[in-house]
């Protein structure tokens, strides 16, 4: 149970006493003085006692009849008279008993509960003026001459009630406020609550979003994988065995293509082992970036005897594994496309390392292409390579751009933050 919830309890609790105190304390009261009175008459006393007797029970009735208006403080009318009545009633058995004044005490309680603003210290007033009867000994020692004792008795009472009933009204104030703020602080706890099951739904469902983007992810990093490893080395091999196999008439030449054919198996096979148990391509396993790309375009030259030429600008130092690895598979395929569908002479490959960036840049002087083309998807034609590429260039917030006019050659430059070893990707 929260502190909200006790001290809701707690106050509701003693709003429930407190009612049925002030229910039944001017029954109670009604009952002392009456019982007072009687004794007094059985000692001699001299007192009306029909009277007596037959104004407690108008009195007793009055409460009993008023008691369900007391609960409506809106209709200021029933109010007003019930109080009205009450002071009659009390003000009529005091003047006939002065022991009454224990029941007229109740004028004090019902003028702090039922009325409100200037009205109650009028209550406290008309209360102070009939209890001070009973202090001067009754009517008779009024009447007798003791106006002065009872107009001074009235007015100390009068100002001591009103203070009072001041300081109670402040405290009453401050209840009713921290009861408000209980209040809100409820709803407030509520509309909470009612958030934090929302948010724990929501939370559930980003978890299975999140599962399931990375589940994509993974799909599209593997498939990525097997395009920069198997498939270049499928299309390698093929290149060089559909050379070796017009070339059948040139030992030399077939015998070197079937050479080069069988060391891209060699490399195929190591590749695809590596990316099963997802570890950096052989190339950077044994080199820096720089030298990884300088041997893959060399080796690539040799293939397709295309003069290619790679240049590092800046400041060449370790990366993070990942950064190393995208640009070297990015190196790759651009080099495949290339040797697809360029049809060039010449291919320059520019790694250039800045303060925050590296970029490798691809140029050749090929046919060229409409540059629309290398945003298609999954095509017969390789289009999934530059797809690949672009998603593994993004994976690390970085980009490709490529440009190209038909018959002009293509340049692509991809940029990714230099993370160096042991960063956070």
């Given at each position: 149970m929260s502190i909200e919830t006790e001290l809701r309890e707690e106050i509701a609790r003693a709003e429930r006493r407190e009612s049925v105190f002030y229910s039944v304390l001017p029954y109670a009261l009604l009952a002392i003085s009456t019982v007072l009175t009687l004794?007094?008459?059985?000692?001699?006393?001299?007192?009306?006692?029909?009277?007596?007797?037959?104004?407690?029970?108008?009195?007793?009735?009055?409460?009993?009849?008023?008691?369900?208006?007391?609960?409506?403080?809106?209709?200021?009318?029933l109010i007003a008279v019930s109080y009205t009545g009450l002071m009659i009633t009390a003000a009529a058995l005091v003047v006939l008993s002065p022991w009454y004044g224990v029941f007229a005490f109740v004028g004090y309680i019902h003028a702090f509960l039922l009325l409100a603003g200037p009205w109650r210290y009028v209550g406290v007033a008309a209360t102070s003026i009939i209890m001070a009867v009973s202090y001067v000994g009754g009517w008779d020692n009024i009447a007798e001459g003791r106006w002065g004792v009872w107009v001074t008795i009235s007015a100390v009472t009068g100002v001591l009630a009103g203070t009072s009933f001041y300081f109670a009204a402040s405290t009453d104030v401050t209840g009713r406020k921290q009861k408000q703020v209980l209040a809100l602080l409820h709803d407030a706890n509520a509309k909470l609550?009612?958030?934090?099951?929302?948010?724990?739904?929501?939370?559930?469902?980003?978890?299975?979003?999140?599962?399931?983007?990375?589940?994509?992810?993974?799909?599209?990093?593997?498939?990525?994988?097997?395009?920069?490893?198997?498939?270049?080395?499928?299309a390698g091999i093929l290149t060089q065995l559909q050379a070796a196999e017009q070339t059948m008439g040139d030992a030399p030449a077939a015998r070197r293509h079937l050479t080069n054919a069988l060391a891209?198996?060699?490399?195929?096979?190591?590749?695809?082992?590596?990316?099963?148990?997802?570890?950096?391509?052989?190339?950077?396993?044994?080199?820096?970036?720089?030298?990884?790309?300088?041997?893959?375009?060399?080796?690539?030259?040799?293939?397709?005897?295309?003069?290619?030429?790679?240049?590092?600008?800046?400041?060449?130092?370790?990366?993070?594994?990942?950064?190393?690895?995208?640009?070297?598979?990015?190196?790759?395929?651009?080099?495949?496309?290339?040797?697809?569908?360029?049809?060039?002479?010449?291919?320059?490959?520019?790694?250039?390392?800045?303060?925050?960036?590296?970029?490798?840049?691809?140029?050749?002087?090929?046919?060229?292409?409409?540059?629309?083309?290398?945003?298609t998807a999954i095509s017969k034609d390789g289009?999934?390579?530059?797809?690949?590429?672009?998603?593994?260039?993004?994976?690390?917030?970085g980009q490709v751009v490529i440009e190209s006019e038909p018959g002009a050659g293509t340049a692509l430059s991809a940029t990714v933050p230099a993370t160096p070893v042991g960063g956070t990707q």
């Open positions: 004794l007094q008459i059985g000692q001699g006393e001299r007192v009306a006692l029909p009277a007596i007797l037959g104004l407690t029970l108008v009195t007793t009735v009055w409460l009993s009849v008023f008691s369900r208006a007391q609960g409506d403080r809106r209709n200021g009318t609550e009612g958030a934090l099951e929302e948010n724990a739904g929501l939370h559930a469902q980003l978890l299975v979003q999140a599962r399931e983007a990375g589940i994509l992810d993974e799909r599209q990093r593997i498939a990525g994988d097997l395009h920069d490893t198997l498939a270049q080395s499928l891209l198996a060699r490399e195929s096979l190591t590749d695809a082992r590596r990316t099963i148990h997802a570890v950096e391509p052989d190339a950077l396993a044994h080199a820096l970036l720089p030298e990884a790309i300088g041997e893959v375009t060399r080796r690539w030259a040799e293939s397709h005897l295309v003069d290619a030429v790679f240049t590092v600008t800046g400041d060449a130092r370790p990366l993070h594994t990942d950064v190393e690895a995208t640009l070297l598979r990015t190196a790759q395929e651009a080099l495949t496309n290339v040797a697809k569908h360029a049809k060039a002479g010449r291919v320059g490959l520019t790694l250039s390392y800045m303060e925050d960036l590296v970029t490798l840049d691809v140029r050749d002087d090929g046919v060229g292409f409409a540059p629309d083309l290398a945003r289009g999934f390579g530059l797809t690949a590429m672009r998603q593994r260039v993004r994976r690390l917030a």
